[in-house]
C-alpha cells in the first residue's frame, strides 16, 4: 500500500493512475460532469493525492494549491465503492495534509463539501465556519452551489502519517 502525490508530468505509470482516479471520481461523484473532472485532474496546476495498493488505484483526493494565499482547493475527493468505510478515507486525507503542508507549504484547505459526505468532512477536522481571512482566498476559489463550503486547518508541526 503507498500513497503518492502526483500530478499530470507524462510519466506512463502517473498516467495510468490518474485515469483510473478519473473513472473513481466518475462514478461516485455523479452529479460532477465527467468533462470537468477530466479537465481538472489533467489540468497542470491541480495535484493529486492517491491511495495505490497492488498498483491499482483504491481512491484519491485532487486539489489546488494557492501557494502564495497558503490555502488548497480540494475539488474531488472519493474511495472506490467496495473499499469504503474501511478507513482510506481517513489515512488519505492524513497524507494529504502531509503532502500540503511539506511540499506546498499550505496553512489550510476549503472544499465545497456534499451535503452526504459533511460528516466525513466533520471527522477529518474541517469545519462550516470559515475562519481564514477572506481577502485570502475570495476570487480564489468558485463558488459552487451543490456544496457547503468547509474550512480545515493544517497543524504546523503534527506528524499526520507514520
Ligand atoms: N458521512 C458520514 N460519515 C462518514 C461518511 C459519510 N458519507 N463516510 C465515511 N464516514 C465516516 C466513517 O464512518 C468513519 O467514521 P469513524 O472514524 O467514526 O468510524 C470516518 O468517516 C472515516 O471513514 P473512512 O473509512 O476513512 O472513509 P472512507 O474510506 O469511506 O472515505 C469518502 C470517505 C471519501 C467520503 C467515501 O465514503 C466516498 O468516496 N464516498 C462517495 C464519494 C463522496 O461523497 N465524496 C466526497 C464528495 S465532496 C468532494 O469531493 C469535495
Not at 18 to 27: D, E, Q, S, Y
Not at 70 to 98: H, P, S, W
Request: with cysteine; glycine share 8%; charged share 25%.
Amino acid at each position: 500500500l503507498k500513497f503518492v502525490c502526483i500530478s499530470n508530468d507524462g510519466v506512463d505509470d502517473h498516467m495510468i493512475w490518474l485515469i483510473g482516479l478519473k473513472n473513481i471520481f466518475a462514478r461516485q461523484l455523479p452529479n460532477m460532469p465527467k468533462e470537468y473532472i477530466v479537465r481538472l485532474l489533467f489540468d497542470r496546476s491541480h495535484k493529486s493525492v492517491m491511495v495505490i495498493r497492488r498498483n491499482h488505484v483504491v481512491g484519491g483526493i485532487t486539489y489546488r494549491p494557492y501557494a502564495s494565499q497558503k490555502f488548497g482547493e480540494i475539488a474531488f475527493c472519493a474511495i472506490t465503492a467496495d473499499e469504503q468505510v474501511k478507513g482510506y478515507g481517513t489515512r488519505l486525507m492524513n497524507y494529504l495534509k502531509q503532502f500540503a503542508r511539506d511540499l506546498d507549504g499550505l496553512t489550510h484547505f476549503l472544499t465545497y463539501a456534499d451535503n452526504n459526505a459533511v460528516g466525513y468532512f466533520i471527522k477529518q477536522g474541517f469545519t462550516k465556519e470559515i475562519h481564514l481571512d477572506k481577502d485570502r482566498w475570495q476570487g480564489y476559489i468558485k463558488d459552487y452551489d451543490g456544496g457547503i463550503l468547509m474550512e480545515c486547518k493544517i497543524d504546523p508541526k503534527l506528524p499526520y502519517t507514520d
